[in-house]
């Protein structure tokens, strides 16, 4: 495994967009306008990422999100960040991979609408985790490539979001990331 990624960020700017990836936790994020979640549909606490950002959130988080409830694959809503250090959440269901279909659109919406509502929220910047790569069990090169596509293929129509990172919980995740944002292996 190259290990040139492992602390140093990953970088490409797109059209004036940076785009990035790193290795940490979603709940960790400072600096950043919004975090997305990887929710479930009823968008409240689970594993993973939704257990991360509920627990650093606190209780309002899930009170906020239960009027919004349910989404379905494929849809985010945003919500503020409670107690994280981000003002918003930006919440998406990603697919069940093998039942929700077809599961690359899904996947590609949830960057996409995260995305557009950044932008009518005005923000400057979002973090992503890998969606459906855990619990919903979409095979990570496939899902990193979806994302990674989609959100370079969006960054073109961006006005306001100027920094947009991938945040990877391990380090054989971010290789791939990196590998599909830096192809040279350059930042
Ligand atoms: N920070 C960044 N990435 C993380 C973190 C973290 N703190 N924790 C896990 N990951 P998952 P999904 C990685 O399961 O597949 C929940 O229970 C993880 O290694 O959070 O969309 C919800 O309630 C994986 O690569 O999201 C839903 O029911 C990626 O984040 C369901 O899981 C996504 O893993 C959603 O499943």
Known sequence: M?????????????NGVRIEA???????????????NAANAQLQTGGGVAGALHRAAGPGLARECRPLAPIAPGEAVITSGHDLPNAH????LGPIYGQDEPAEELLASCYR??????EEAELGSVAFPAISTGAFGYPLEEAARVAVDTVMGEADGLELVRLIRFVLYDSSTLEVFAGLIAPEGGS
């Open 2 to 14: 190259n290990q040139s990624h492992e602390n140093d960020p990953v970088r490409r700017s797109v």
């Open 113 to 118: 609408r995260a995305l557009e509502l950044a």
């Open 89 to 92: 959440v930006i919440h998406c």
């Open 22 to 36: 790193v290795r940490g936790d979603i709940a960790g994020q400072e600096g950043f306008d919004a975090v997305v």
